[in-house]
T-cell receptor
């Protein structure tokens, strides 16, 4: 039973299109994240939600909009896709980070986005 | 300057070698230090977790943190081909919630 699952695993699309990636965790965690990993393997945080509340919002273009319908789900919608958006997007979850260190981040397997 | 610097490699070693992986950082507020391992086409998985300075050992893996030098290391003894992966250092500080910052990752190849 997968702890953090993302769909789709692969996305190939044209510039200018809009796409969404979905993430679900069954670990009972309060905090979920989106990370972007570029071609050089650099993993950079984009957003973090704690129990549906946005707590980290890095310098990310407005074209990226996260949504958390409940604490087990965190989706990422990307408008007007650009070539530079090509990357692997990882969803992760952890225990509540507001007052204690989360310890381990549990990652999904990633969603590989290719913008042509 | 990035908050966390890590040599991306690749690093190629023969089976059985001792591997040393390192990261430096600039933010003295970092208190929690982690190493993640990422196999190809998979998500990162936590390998080692340490708080503040000192050493921690787990089987063939030893993590060291030197906060005075802002330098962390991961040692792998008796390396195996199955250790071939990308190793990412990560660290976090208590600033408005804990944000985990990752290094660029070092690609390791262990040759049989």
């Amino acid at each position: 039973d997968t702890a953090v699952s993302q769909t789709p695993k692969y996305l190939v699309t044209q510039m200018g299109n809009d796409k969404s990636i979905k993430c679900e965790q069954n670990l009972g965690h309060d905090t979920m994240y989106w990370y972007k990993q570029d071609s050089k393997k650099f993993l950079k945080i984009m957003f973090s939600y704690n129990n549906k509340e946005l707590i980290i919002n890095e310098t990310v273009p407005n074209r990226f909009s996260p949504k958390s319908p409940d604490k087990a789900h965190l989706n990422l919608h990307i408008n007007s896709l650009e070539l530079g958006d090509s990357a692997v997007y990882f969803c992760a979850s952890s225990q509540d980070t507001r007052t204690t260190h989360p310890g381990e981040l549990f990652f999904g397997e990633g969603s590989r986005l290719t913008v042509l | 300057q990035k908050e966390v610097e890590q040599d991306p490699g690749p690093l190629s070693v023969p089976e059985g070698a001792i591997v040393s992986l390192n990261c430096t950082y600039s933010n003295s507020a970092f208190q929690y230090f982690m190493w993640y391992r990422q196999y190809s086409r998979k998500g990162p998985e936590l390998l080692m977790y340490t708080y503040s300075s000192g050493n921690k050992e787990d089987g063939r893996f030893t993590a060291q943190v030197d906060k005075s030098s802002k330098y962390i290391s991961l040692f792998i003894r008796d390396s195996q081909p199955s250790d071939s992966a990308t190793y990412l250092c990560a660290m976090s500080a208590r600033t408005g919630g804990f944000k985990t910052i990752f290094g660029a990752g070092t690609r390791l190849f262990v040759k049989a």
